[in-house]
C-alpha cells in the first residue's frame, strides 16, 4: 500500500479517537454510578456507599483526566488533517461540536473540581448535586457526539450552497430517529461499561477474600444494572440496525456478509469473506433468517454488495467482523449478568467461584464492544466521511505533506502509548489498593486496609 | 450576529490567555522549583482551576469552526506542527496532575512532563500569534508557507516572549493563592520577570520595524491605537507599586490588564481581518442560520452559565492553598 498523507490522517484519526472513546464510555457510566452511590449515602446514611464512593472517585479522576486530554485532540483535529471536511460541512458540524463544548466542557470542568477538592469546602447537598452534574455533562457531551456523527451517517437538513453544507432544518439535524436510537445506544453501552467495570472489581475483591462489605455492594448493584439494561440495550442495537437497514443499505451488506441479492435472504453467522472472487468460505448460515432481522418478513428480498459499484463499497472484512464480535461480546455479558444477578439475589453467588472468575474476566468485554461498533459504524460508512456526499480521500487537508502527517502519528502515538500505559497501571494500583486505602500503595504494603481514606475528617464522624 | 460571535470570540481567546495563562505560568516556574513542599503548593494553587481553564481553548477553537469555518480550516492546517507541539505539551501536562502523586520512583517523569509541557505549549502559542502578526502567506484559500513556514526569528521571539508573560502571570497567581516562601518567592521573582519580558518585547517591536511589518502601517493610520500600550505601561508601573506594598490581589489583575491592553492591540490593528490581511470576518463567516443556530442556544443561555460556573469555582476555592487538607 503506497503511504499518503491521507492513509497517514487515517490511521491517526482511527488511533486518538479509539483510543479516546475507551476513556469517556467508562467514566460517562462511572459517573451516573458515582451520583447514585452519593445519594444513596444521602440517604441512607450507611458508610459503606461513602468508602465506595471515594475509591471510584479516585479511578474516575485519572480515566477522566486522560478523557479530557484526549479529547482536545480531537476538537483540533477537524481543522489540522481534515480541512476540507471542516470547511465544507463546518457551518453543520462546527456549531453541532461548538454545543458540545459550551453545555457539556464547563459543567464537567467546574464540578468535577468540587468532587475533588470540594468535600470540605461544600454542603453534602450542593456536593450530590455536583455529582450529578458531572453525570449530566457527560450525559450531554455524548449527545452532541452523536448528533454530529449520526448527521455524518446520515446527512440531513442541509442545503448545498456552493459547494459548502449549510443547515436548512436545525430541528431536523438535532431530533431525528437515527440520532435517538444512536444516542440511547452509546449511552447504554456506557451505563454498561460501568456497570460491568464495577461488578468486575467486587468479584475480584470477593474472590480475594477482602473489603467484604464493599464487594458485595459493588458486585450487586454492578450485575443487577446490567441485567436490567442488556435486554434494552439489544433492543437499541436491533433499531440500529433497522436504520442502518434503510438509510445505508451497502454497510448493511456488508455486516451481513451478503454478496448477492437474495429472496428470502439467508443471515451469515460466520464466515471467511473474499472480496476479491465476492464469496464467502467456510460459511454457517441460516435460511430465511436474514430476512427476517432486515425486515421483519419471511420473503423479502434483500440487497448483496455486488448492488454497488466497487469505489462505493466499504472494506468489507472489518465491518463483518467487528459486528459479529460485538454481538457476541454482548451476548456473553447478557448471560453473565442474567445468571450472575439470579445468584447475588438468591446470595448464592458468592459460592460460584468459576462464575465469580469469569465476572472478573469480563471487565474487557463492554470495551471490546463498543470498539467494535465504533468499527462498524465507521469503516461501514467507508469510503465516504458525509455519507453519499463527502468521500474520506476529498476530505484531507490538500496542503498536508506526507511527512509531517507522519510526524504528528508518531507523536501521538509515543504519547498516548506513554500517558495510555501508564494510566492503566496506576487504575489497576489503585484497584488493587481497593476502598479504604492510601492512595496507590505499593501491593506489599502492609497499610491496605488499615490507614483511613485521606486526611479528611469523615471517617472519624461516620464509622462506628 | 456576526459582531456578537467575534465579540464571543475575542472573549474566549483572551479569558483563555489570562486563566491558562496563570496555570502554564505556575507550570513553567515549577520547572525552577526543586522543594518538594513548594511544588505541591504550586499545583495545589491551580489544581482545581486547570481543567475550567483549558477549556476556554477548546471554547476558542470550536466557536472558529461553528461561526468561521474557513478561518478554522485554514489556521488549523497551515499550523499543523505547532498546533501538534502545543497538544502534546497540554496533554503531557493534564495528566502530570493526577499522575505525579501515583507515581511511586517516577515522580520525576510526571515533574518534568508537566514544567516541560506547560512550557512547550505556551512557546508555540507565542510561536503561532507571532507567525500569523508576520503574516500568513495565502494562494486559493490554503496556507503556502510549506511545512516549516511558521518557523522565524520573529515568531521564536514572540514564543519565548509568551512564555515570560504566562510565568508574570503565574508568578502573580502564586502571591494570591499561596503564603509563606512560596509568595515570597514569587514576590522576588515578578520585578525581574517584569523586565526581561519588557525587554523581550522592546525586542519583538524593533524586529517588526526592521522587517517592515504590513502591521506597522495600522498604527500610523490608527494613532488611538497608542492609547493601549499606554494603559499597558501604566499597568506595568502599578505592578511594580503593588509588589512593593506587597499587595496580593493587585498584581494579578494588573498584569491581566496589560495582557489585556496587547490583546485590544492587536484586535484593533487586524480588525477587520481575521486572517491578518487576507480574509476578513465577513467573508469568513458561517451563514445566517449557523450562527443563529449557536445564537439563540449556546450565545445567549449556556455562555453567561459558563461565566457562572468560572465563578462558582473561583468562589468554592478561594482563599490560601491549605497544604494539608485539600493536596492530592
Known amino acids: 500500500m503506497h503511504i499518503t498523507a491521507l492513509l497517514l490522517s487515517r490511521l491517526q484519526f482511527a488511533f486518538t479517537i479509539s483510543f479516546h472513546i475507551i476513556f469517556p464510555s467508562f467514566t460517562i457510566g462511572l459517573a451516573a454510578f458515582l451520583t447514585i452511590l452519593e445519594a444513596l449515602h444521602l440517604a441512607t446514611g450507611r458508610p459503606t456507599y461513602r468508602v465506595v464512593f471515594e475509591f471510584w472517585l479516585k479511578i474516575f479522576a485519572v480515566a477522566f483526566g486522560i478523557g479530557v486530554v484526549t479529547g482536545i485532540v480531537m476538537a483540533f483535529q477537524f481543522g489540522t488533517n481534515w480541512s476540507e471536511l471542516a470547511r465544507v460541512s463546518g457551518p453543520i458540524q462546527g456549531p453541532l461540536i461548538s454545543y458540545e463544548t459550551f453545555m457539556a466542557f464547563f459543567l464537567e470542568a467546574t464540578f468535577f473540581g468540587i468532587l475533588l477538592f470540594g468535600r470540605t469546602r461544600v454542603a453534602p447537598w450542593l456536593y450530590l448535586v455536583s455529582t450529578a452534574m458531572v453525570a449530566l455533562g457527560t450525559t450531554l457531551s455524548a449527545y452532541w457526539i452523536m448528533v454530529n456523527n449520526s448527521w455524518m451517517q446520515v446527512p440531513t437538513g442541509y442545503a448545498l450552497v456552493h459547494g459548502d453544507l449549510v443547515p436548512d432544518d436545525w430541528p431536523q439535524i438535532l431530533f431525528n430517529s437515527v440520532v435517538w436510537v444512536r444516542f440511547p445506544h452509546m449511552l447504554l453501552a456506557s451505563y454498561l461499561t460501568g456497570a460491568f467495570c464495577v461488578a468486575a472489581t467486587g468479584a475480584w475483591y470477593v474472590l480475594r477474600r477482602e473489603f467484604n462489605a464493599e464487594a458485595r455492594v459493588m458486585l450487586r448493584m454492578g450485575l443487577i444494572l446490567a441485567a436490567v439494561l442488556l435486554p434494552i440495550q439489544l433492543f437499541f442495537g436491533h433499531l440500529v440496525g433497522d436504520y442502518v437497514h434503510d438509510r445505508q443499505p451497502v454497510k448493511f451488506a456488508a455486516i451481513e456478509g451478503r454478496w448477492h441479492d437474495e429472496q428470502p435472504a439467508g443471515e451469515v453467522l460466520l464466515a471467511i469473506p473474499d472480496p476479491v472472487a465476492e464469496t464467502n468460505h467456510y460459511q454457517i448460515k441460516i435460511p430465511v433468517l436474514g430476512s427476517v432481522i432486515g425486515s421483519l418478513s419471511l420473503h423479502s428480498k434483500e440487497v448483496g454488495l455486488t448492488d454497488f459499484p466497487r469505489a462505493d463499497r466499504p472494506p468489507m472484512v472489518i465491518p463483518f467482523f467487528a459486528f459479529r464480535i460485538m454481538v457476541g461480546c454482548g451476548l456473553a455479558m447478557l448471560l453473565l449478568a442474567w445468571v450472575g444477578t439470579y445468584l447475588s439475589l438468591k446470595e448464592r453467588l458468592e459460592r460460584h467461584r468459576a462464575l465469580l472468575y469469569s465476572i472478573f474476566w469480563s471487565f474487557p468485554l463492554p470495551f471490546v464492544a463498543i470498539l467494535t461498533g465504533w468499527f462498524t459504524a465507521e469503516v461501514g460508512r467507508q469510503p465516504w466521511t458525509i455519507y453519499g456526499l463527502l468521500r474520506t480521500a476529498d476530505a484531507v487537508t490538500p496542503i498536508l505533506a506526507t511527512r509531517t502527517a507522519l510526524i504528528s502519528l508518531v507523536v501521538y502515538c509515543a504519547l498516548y502509548t506513554f500517558i495510555g500505559g501508564f494510566g492503566v497501571l496506576f487504575i489497576y494500583r489503585l484497584l488493587r489498593a481497593g476502598p479504604g486505602g492510601r492512595l496507590a500503595l505499593p501491593p506489599s504494603s502492609e497499610h491496605g486496609r488499615a490507614v483511613p481514606l485521606g486526611d479528611e475528617p469523615f471517617i472519624a464522624t461516620e464509622s462506628p | ?328
Open chain 2, 1 to 328: 450576529m456576526i459582531t456578537f460571535w467575534v465579540a464571543v470570540l475575542a472573549l474566549s481567546i483572551l479569558l483563555y490567555v489570562l486563566l491558562d495563562g496563570f496555570d502554564l505560568g505556575v507550570g513553567i516556574l515549577y520547572g525552577f522549583t526543586r522543594d518538594e513542599g513548594k511544588r505541591r503548593d504550586m499545583i495545589n494553587a491551580i489544581a482545581p482551576f486547570w481543567d475550567g481553564n483549558e477549556t476556554w481553548l477548546v471554547v476558542a477553537g470550536v466557536v472558529l469552526w461553528g461561526a468561521f469555518p474557513i478561518i478554522y480550516a485554514t489556521l488549523f492546517s497551515a499550523f499543523y506542527i505547532p498546533l501538534v507541539l502545543m497538544l502534546a505539551g497540554l496533554i503531557l501536562r493534564g495528566v502530570a496532575f493526577e499522575f505525579r502523586n501515583k507515581a511511586l520512583h517516577l515522580r520525576w517523569v510526571w515533574d518534568a512532563g508537566f514544567a516541560g509541557g506547560s512550557l512547550l505549549a505556551t512557546f508555540m502559542q507565542g510561536l503561532m500569534v507571532g507567525a500569523l502578526v508576520a503574516g500568513l502567506p495565502l494562494s486559493h484559500g490554503n496556507y503556502a508557507g510549506g511545512e516549516f513556514g511558521w518557523l522565524s526569528t520573529f515568531s521564536v521571539l514572540c514564543g519565548v516572549g509568551l512564555c515570560l508573560g504566562y510565568s508574570l502571570l503565574g508568578a502573580c497567581w502564586l502571591v494570591r493563592k499561596c503564603d509563606g516562601q512560596v509568595q515570597a518567592r514569587a514576590y522576588r521573582l515578578i520585578p525581574a520577570l517584569s523586565v526581561i519580558a519588557l525587554a523581550v518585547l522592546a525586542a519583538v517591536f524593533i524586529f517588526a520595524l526592521r522587517e517592515h511589518l504590513q502591521v506597522l502601517g495600522r498604527w500610523l493610520e490608527r494613532p488611538y491605537l497608542f492609547l493601549f500600550p499606554l494603559l499597558g505601561i501604566a499597568a506595568g508601573i502599578g505592578l511594580i507599586l503593588s509588589v512593593h506594598r506587597r499587595r496580593e490581589l493587585a498584581p494579578f489583575c494588573l498584569v491581566a490588564a496589560t495582557f489585556a491592553a496587547a490583546f485590544c492591540t492587536f484586535a484593533i490593528s487586524f480588525w477587520p481581518y481575521m486572517i491578518p490581511f487576507s480574509i476578513t470576518i465577513d467573508a469568513a463567516a458561517a451563514p445566517h442560520a449557523s450562527l443563529a443556530f449557536m445564537f439563540w442556544g449556546e450565545g445567549l443561555f449556556v455562555l453567561p452559565l459558563m461565566l457562572i460556573y468560572t465563578a462558582i469555582s473561583c468562589r468554592v476555592f478561594h482563599g490560601k492553598v491549605r497544604s494539608q487538607s485539600d493536596s492530592y
